[in-house]
């Protein structure tokens, strides 16, 4: 064992410019004739001196001692050699102090290892770990094709100044952990690929056609699965089974899941591009897990719209696709049962609450006065619960608080904690996320909940739910509240307003039938036309005053134009949801502009209201952000930011949307 000529300087302090500087004044002393004087100085000199080496040896002793006992103690336990490679360093300046026969041949610095740092021995290798008291480095240390685990401990060493010095010890681990790392990539990865519109491409084909169209569509699905040596087979007619490793999943991540692309070149004899969702389970603990995870990303997929890819695992969903706008998919089948289920838990509950969003909006208010509608035909007593002073319907409001049936009818969130037993139900209208719902803790106490809502299912969900009717295809949740009234009440069961409110939320987002509508829609007006909805009352419902239509103006006049067609307003005072949203429906009406974007302070969170009638999915561009929406529609609610922050993160989602 050798010990460290540098940590020997560092042991021993340079005092001999001190003893040049008093010989110094011994000798002007006799140059000046102070005999006496210079007598006396040569001899506290000598004293000082003499001092000084016997405080030297003893430290030199102790520290030798200190460095000879660890050595011992580490060849002791393995019969005359250390068993693993050894090294004492300095902490603070991380000098080796000393190192094993193993660690030289470890490093290769067998000759000159005394005279260097740690840091040189082993780059980028941080000691921040041992001084804050850990025992197990957090990560490894590579050294040539070899990777070690390292542990170490820290002693304090008997000098007068108390030197710290750290024994640090390395494990190879490399078999190890190439094992660990081929098992992490071995692992197998469920997927069920789902073609999405297969009722639809098939329907009113011959037999042969059919046969055809099979042909296409597994000779495509095989194509893409080859690459991957995984393991394909045909479930159903429309589902198959993938089973591959973990290893080739980054691959078909970077591929951004090319499947759901080339699957648009089929097309159907009536024009109807093929389109699949494809769900993975990964990390599951077992092939069921896996399977379980698979079906989770299926049903997200679906409940997003269909054509994308999400990947399920044990701790949250992740998104690819999904860019295109949806097709309607429905069948009134599904509204047809949902009605009955609805009907049948309304009638079997003591008391029905329906909750919509955070300042709920006429489709909110007007899908919930759709349910009140069924609740009233089992001759339950319904309560709405919502904000009556932070709301974006505040005449309609107004006009149903003047009808009798409706008397009483709209509580607080508290008010209806209180009032909630376990007989009590909870329809939640208009959203799908727990955080985004008018009152959440009673979204939390109420053990039955069902859930009516028309936007993107994003991945923090209401679940689990008793009843749930979600539509992404549809054009707003009054859509889909008014298809289940045609199955559960008869016309004179409808009041006038419940018709007038499902029409206007009807009409707000779909912006008067402009955007976002299908056949179902128009079907839903006319059955609602029907039942009594005033048009022009609707009309009257969606107007602005004068104040708030020269503030609409304001916001678009204080917009620009980003890559030439999406228009941005970032205001720094504070508006209206209503008015963002208008501001924001606004700006497509002008020329070239197919996607738009308001950003306003909120106390210490920036809202986001976004539009679209282009390819710029608004949905996912704020998504990321912590959005939701569909792709014509969304929003977004950005806490503990600033606007100049909030425009920061908005536009950089913007431009990962379009290279992407």
Not at 300 to 326: C, H, P, W
Not at 360 to 370: E, F, N, T
Not at 375 to 383: D, E, I, W
Not at 557 to 582: D, F, G, W
Request: aromatic share 8%; hydrophobic share 40%; glycine share 8%.
């Amino acid at each position: 064992m050798s010990v460290n000529r540098k940590l020997t300087r560092l042991l021993r302090p340079g005092m001999g410019a001190y003893f040049f500087i008093m010989a110094a004044f011994c000798a002007a002393a006799l140059l000046l004739g102070h005999y006496w004087l210079a007598v006396g100085e040569m001899a506290v000199t000598v004293v000082v001196f003499l001092l000084y080496i016997l405080d030297r040896t003893h430290r030199e002793r102790q520290i030798q001692r200190y460095i000879q006992s660890a050595s011992n103690t580490l060849e002791a336990s393995s019969g005359g050699e250390a068993p693993l490679p050894a090294v004492m360093i300095r902490l603070g300046d991380g000098d080796i102090v000393w190192g094993n026969h193993r660690f030289s041949e470890l490093t290769g610095y067998a000759d000159t290892m005394t005279e260097l740092r740690l840091e040189e021995v082993l780059p980028d290798f941080s000691l921040d770990w041992l001084t804050a008291g850990k025992t197990e480095c957090p990560g490894d240390a590579v050294l040539g094709n070899r990777r070690y685990r390292v542990y170490g401990t820290t002693i304090r060493a008997e000098d007068t100044k108390g030197t710290m010095l750290g024994v640090l010890y390395f494990s190879d681990l490399t078999e190890l952990y190439q094992v660990r790392d081929e098992y992490i990539r071995s692992r197998p990865v469920i997927s069920i690929i789902l073609i999405d519109n297969y009722e639809e491409l098939t329907k009113n084909l011959t037999e042969s056609a059919i046969s055809t169209l099979n042909a296409k569509l597994n000779e495509t699905i095989t194509q893409w699965t080859e690459g991957y040596n995984g393991l394909l087979r045909r479930l159903e007619r429309n589902r198959f089974l993938f089973i591959f490793e973990k290893r080739d999943l980054d691959r078909a991540k970077e591929d951004k899941f090319s499947l759901l692309e080339t699957i648009h070149e089929i097309v159907s004899p009536t024009g109807l591009p093929a389109s699949v969702s494809i769900g993975l389970g990964v990390d599951g603990v077992n092939f069921e897990e896996g399977y379980n995870f698979a079906a989770l990303g299926i049903e997200m997929a679906l409940s997003r719209g269909g054509d994308q890819a999400v990947i399920k695992d044990r701790v949250n969903f992740t998104f690819y696709g999904g860019r295109n706008k949806e097709a309607d998919y429905r069948s009134k089948v599904r509204s047809r049962v949902t009605a009955n289920s609805l009907m049948e838990l309304i009638g079997q509950s003591g008391r029905v609450f329906i909750m919509g969003h955070k300042n709920a909006d006429l489709d909110a208010l007007g899908a919930a006065m759709g349910v009140s509608c069924l609740c009233r035909k089992k001759g339950k007593k319904a309560n709405i619960v919502i904000d009556l002073e932070n709301n974006a319907a505040g005449k309609l409001i107004q006009a149903i608080q003047a009808v009798p049936e409706y008397k009483d009818v709209f509580v607080s969130g508290q008010d209806a904690l209180l009032m909630a037993d376990n007989r009590s139900i909870l329809i939640v209208v208009d959203t799908n996320r727990p955080d985004q719902v008018e009152c959440r803790p009673l979204l939390e106490a109420i053990s039955k909940v069902c859930v009516v809502d028309h936007h993107r299912r994003a991945a923090d969900y209401i679940n689990p739910v008793v009843v749930n009717l979600h539509e992404p295809y549809a054009s707003s949740t009054a859509e889909l509240v008014t298809e289940v009234l045609m199955y559960a009440v008869e016309t004179k069961d409808v009041l006038p307003i419940e018709a007038e409110s499902l029409m206007a939320g009807i009409c707000l987002d779909t912006k008067f039938f402009n955007v976002r509508t299908g056949e179902r829609t128009f079907e839903a007006a006319a059955v609602l036309r029907r039942l009594g909805a005033d048009t022009t009352e609707v009309k009257k419902l969606l107007q602005n005053d004068f104040q708030d239509t020269m503030a609409k103006y304001q916001i678009i006049k204080s917009s620009r134009l980003y890559r030439q067609e999406i228009a941005i307003a970032a205001l720094n005072t504070a508006t209206t949801r209503v008015l963002a949203a208008q501001a924001a429906d606004e700006l497509l009406n002008i020329s070239g502009i197919t996607a738009s974007f308001v950003l306003y302070p909120d106390g210490d969170q920036v809202i986001i209201s976004a539009r679209s009638i282009g390819t710029a999915n608004v949905q996912m561009i704020l998504e990321p952000l912590g959005g939701g929406g569909n792709t014509a529609t969304a929003g977004a609610q950005m806490k503990h930011t600033t606007v100049k922050e909030a425009l920061d993160a908005l536009v950089a989602s913007i431009d990962k949307f379009y290279e992407e």
